[in-house]
């Protein structure tokens, strides 16, 4: 079993930044590839962005590409969405996500979640 926990969101408006953090317990973290999700009301969960297990490869939405960054210390066994330039569109609860080795795109492929952290840009 891997345990997620977020943090890191709140209010904030149009142009700021957050950084999130996701702090994963239990399995080896360094063997997971490490995914960040959102999903707003009456909305689909959507992917943010993806980290492989070793660091060699990102990926991040065309919708967020250019303004959020993810990384990993596996020292710390902490995965963080750095969100710049937010948008009111970003208003979401983004949960991390966790699945052995590469990462993907596909929320369903992912075994392990978090609670979520709520994210409010306001225009």
């Known amino acids: 079993q891997v345990q997620l926990v977020e943090s890191g969101g709140g209010l904030v408006q149009a142009g700021d930044s957050l950084r999130l953090s996701c702090a994963a317990s239990?399995?080896?973290?360094?063997?997971?590839?490490m995914g960040w999700f959102r999903q707003a009301p009456g909305k689909e969960r959507e992917f943010v962005a993806a980290i492989s297990w070793n660091n060699s490869s990102t990926y991040a939405a065309d919708s967020v590409k250019g303004r959020f960054t993810i990384s990993r210390d596996n020292a710390k066994n902490t995965v963080y969405l750095q969100m710049n330039s937010l948008k009111p569109e970003d208003t979401a609860r983004y949960y991390c996500?966790?699945?052995?080795?590469?990462?993907?795109?596909?929320?369903?492929?992912?075994?392990?979640w978090g609670q979520g952290t709520q994210v409010t840009v306001s225009s």
């Open positions: 239990g399995r080896t973290f360094s063997n997971y590839a």
């Open positions: 996500a966790a699945k052995l080795y590469y990462s993907s795109t596909y929320f369903y492929q992912y075994d392990y």
